[in-house]
């Protein structure tokens, strides 16, 4: 079973830039899609974008789209996620994971198995 290992979070401040990277160890990523969550405090996990591994069309959460940019690099078997413009609301623990079904979707039901998450945390 193909596990992922999140990096790249760290502390930045409002307006800064970070790129997390998703990299699949055990075997190549054999999934429709790759996606990336978060998770703050008190809240459910939510969807902020995600990319078809084949062909590598690209989705995006409402809340992300202009800011953060999700690529993938097929040989090195890693999905990236570029997020700049941060905002302190971006705090959270940020996931990323195959999806499990063959169409588009958000819901985290949707997709696993999850990594252990990298923290982002933006100050004001």
């Known amino acids: 079973q193909v596990q992922l290992v999140e990096s790249g979070g760290g502390l930045v401040q409002a307006g800064g830039s970070l790129r997390l990277s998703c990299a699949a160890s055990?075997?190549?990523?054999?999934?429709?899609?790759v996606g990336w969550f978060r998770q703050a405090p008190g809240k459910e996990r939510e969807f902020v974008a995600a990319?078809?591994?084949?062909?590598?069309?690209?989705y995006y959460a409402d809340l992300v789209k202009g800011r953060f940019t999700i690529s993938r690099d097929t040989a090195k078997n890693t999905v990236y996620l570029e997020m700049s413009s941060l905002k302190p609301e971006d705090t959270a623990v940020y996931y990323c994971?195959?999806?499990?079904?063959?169409?588009?979707?958000?819901?985290?039901?949707?997709?696993?198995?999850w990594g252990q998450g990298t923290q982002v945390t933006v100050s004001s």
């Open positions: 994971a195959p999806a499990r079904v063959v169409r588009y979707t958000k819901d985290p039901a949707d997709f696993g198995p």
């Open positions: 055990g075997r190549t990523f054999s999934t429709y899609a």
């Open positions: 990319i078809r591994w084949s062909g590598g069309l690209l």
